[in-house]
Structure formats: C-alpha cells, structure tokens
C-alpha cells in the first residue's frame, strides 16, 4: 500500500503551532471569543440537538380501537408532557393509564391508526476545547479554532472523533502487539501507546476498561472488521468509507483509535514510537476522523507543550525528499521501514509494478537498498 500525502506535512512534528478545530455535530451557539485562553475542560460552545420522533401505538397498549384515541389524551396537540406524567386513560376511574415515556411535546394524533406522536426534548450538548491554548478564529454557529504549541504525530487510519487523556506505555518495543491480557484498570481514562498491532479482543476490552484511545503500528483487517461488526468487505468498497464503531458496548463512541503505518501486524514506526514514549504521563489530544476523499485529512496525536518551549515554530517543517533526508518507506515491501535517500533519478525509473515514475535509492536502517517511488517516501527530516 502505498500513501500519497498531498500536504507534504512530515508525520512526526517535534514542535509547532497545532490547529484544532472544534465543531458542534448541530448548528448552536459559540461561547468564547478571539484571543480567549482556554483549557481542555472550557466549554467553547453548546448546541441543542434535536431527538428523534417517539411513535407510540396507543390503541393496542390502551385496548382500546384507534377512534377513542384522542378522547383518551389528558393533553392537547401542542401541550408538554414530562417523562412518567400520565398521558392518556381509559375508563372513567382511569383502569388503565398511559405514561409519558419522554419529556417532550405531544405532537399527533391519528385517528385511523391510533398511533400518536412525541417530539421529546432537545438534548443539550457542550463542545470543550480538548487543549490547553488560544481561540484564534470564531466559526459562527459551529465552533472555534484553537491553536497550541505541540509535539505531533500524523497517523495513516484513524477510527473515532477526538479524545484527551494522559498518554500511558503499554509495551517496550515498536513491534510488540498489545494482547487482551495486557489490559486493566490502570489504563482507565488514559490514551494507550502500544507498539506492532492489537486484536479485536483487546480492542474489546480496552472499550469495555474506560481507554480513551489507542494508538498503534498496524491492525490485521480480519481483527478490525471483527471489532466493527462489519461482515465480508462492504466497509472497504470504493468510494467515501462508513466506517462506525459498534454499538454493542458502554462506552464505545467516545474510543479512538489510530493506525500510523497501515493495515497488516506492522511495527511502529522507530522515530514516532520514540517520540510519544517521551511524552508518557503527558497529556494529549487525539484525533481518529480519517478523509481519504475530497479534502484529505489524516489522524493525529497533538501533544501540547509549554508555551515557552524552545525550537516551537509557527508552521509544520515541510521536508523534502532530496538525498541524505531520513524518509519512512510507504511501498508494500518495506512498509513503515526508516531509511537514508542515498540518490534520486532524474527521469522515470521502472519499478516491480511496472510503472515509471521519479524513484529514490534509499538505505535502510539494516543496510539494505531499496527502490521506492519520490511518492511513496514520506520524509521525517
């Protein structure tokens, strides 16, 4: 497999200035302004998202046929009715009640079905800012932009929206798995570094243990799927991917997990790896939203710094592939692999796959050459 990344962005940032954007699922109302110093608990801006519709039956549940509906309400069309309030009765000494099964507006009656309506309540929702820093731009209506001096690392495939937590080591090498066995209470509320893969079951029990997010080298698609609940290959077809996470447990929508080599039992790269062992203990903002379409955008870990750290740059370093650079290797056969450029051609070179295309000579860390195209080597210095 191999990545192309138009940004040019290297995916290990030692430090700079981090943009995040914070946006509310449902349009609402922005909380803070311009220049305002927040923190990873401040709420930037609330929404009130609408519930879904409750359609009750309620000639069956009452007995009754579905023209003696109406004359059964103890509320009018339009009127509110808090949860558990009776709703309905039959029988002049109430023999059987109706309680209101949401906080909501009854909305309809229909007379020919007995069916009735409940609109419930909106349901508020409150973004906080994730990171510690300033608000540096306003989305009306939607959110805010915030940036902070950190430490970051762009992963190839990310699941989940974004989590904050304490940044924990769960294995001493960039190639070893992390096993279900590994996993207990200790990892609450944390974000996990972990080294060569994970299966379905560890990813099952980390939800199921209050992890926040995981990050990891690579995952075996068999074991992804599994997680997901997602059967054959339907999730993998061209076009823009729906990948959910499953339902089936507590705690699941708030899980992050992010990928930084690619698919396969592949070993993290060494220079991220090193980089986010460093931090252990650390607080850190992880984002999973992976678009591979349209607007290409890539997960990350945000690691904020003090705000005097020193060698912290306004803009992302952008290096090039040019000789003597230190690239990782995206090509199939040495996927995730660091390497020196040792020299570029100046025309299209033929590679295995046949194509022609500029290519790079690249020593790698056991001293064995390979040949990969300029594309397929993403530059780290």
């Not at 209050?210 to 999730?235: M, N, S």
């Not at 607080?283 to 955008?297: D, F, K, N």
Request: charged residues 20%; aromatic residues 6%.
């Amino acid at each position: 497999m191999s990545i192309y990344v138009p940004s040019g962005a290297s995916p290990l940032i030692a430090g700079a200035l981090a943009r995040i954007e914070r946006r509310l699922p449902h349009p609402g109302e922005v909380k803070v302004r311009v220049g305002q110093r927040v923190e990873p608990d401040t709420p930037v801006a609330h929404a009130f998202i609408p519930a879904p519709p409750q359609i009750v039956n309620l000639a069956r549940i009452l007995t009754i046929p579905p023209s003696r509906v109406r004359r059964a309400l103890l509320h009018d069309i339009g009127e509110h009715v808090a949860q558990g309030a009776p709703l309905a009765q039959t029988g002049r000494l109430g023999r059987k009640k109706f309680l209101s099964p949401v906080s909501g507006v009854l909305a309809d009656v229909d007379d020919v079905t007995g069916y009735i309506t409940l609109s419930p309540d909106p349901i508020r929702y409150e973004l906080v800012a994730n990171v510690p820093g300033v608000v540096t731009d306003i989305i009306p209506y939607e959110g805010v932009q915030i940036e902070t001096p950190a430490a970051q690392v762009y992963g190839i495939f990310g699941i989940g929206t974004s989590q904050y937590g304490v940044l924990q080591l769960m294995v001493t090498d960039p190639a070893e798995p992390i096993t279900p066995n590994r996993i207990d209470a200790r990892f609450a509320y944390t974000i996990v570094i972990g080294g060569g893969g994970i299966s379905a079951a560890a990813l099952q029990k980390a939800v199921q243990t209050g992890v926040r997010g995981i990050i990891v080298g690579g995952i075996d698609e068999a074991e992804l799927r599994a997680f997901l609940g997602a059967e054959g290959y339907a999730p993998w077809d061209v076009g823009p991917p729906d990948w959910r996470l499953p339902s089936s447990f507590p705690g699941v929508a708030d899980f992050v997990l992010i990928v930084t080599e690619g698919f396969g039992n592949r070993p993290m790269s060494r220079p991220l790896f090193e980089l986010l062992t460093s931090y252990v203990n650390k607080e850190a903002l992880i984002e999973g939203t992976t678009h591979v379409w349209g607007t290409v955008r890539r997960p990350r870990v945000v690691i904020p710094l003090p705000t005097r750290t020193a060698g912290v740059t306004l803009d992302a370093p952008r290096p090039t592939v040019r000789p003597g650079a230190t690239v990782r290797v995206l090509h199939q056969s040495c996927l995730g692999r660091i390497g020196q450029v040792r020299s570029i051609s100046g025309a299209p070179q033929r590679l295995p796959s046949r194509a022609r295309t500029p290519a790079a000579d690249i020593v790698l860390e056991d001293g064995t050459t390979a040949r990969a195209a300029l594309i397929a080597a993403e530059p780290l210095s």
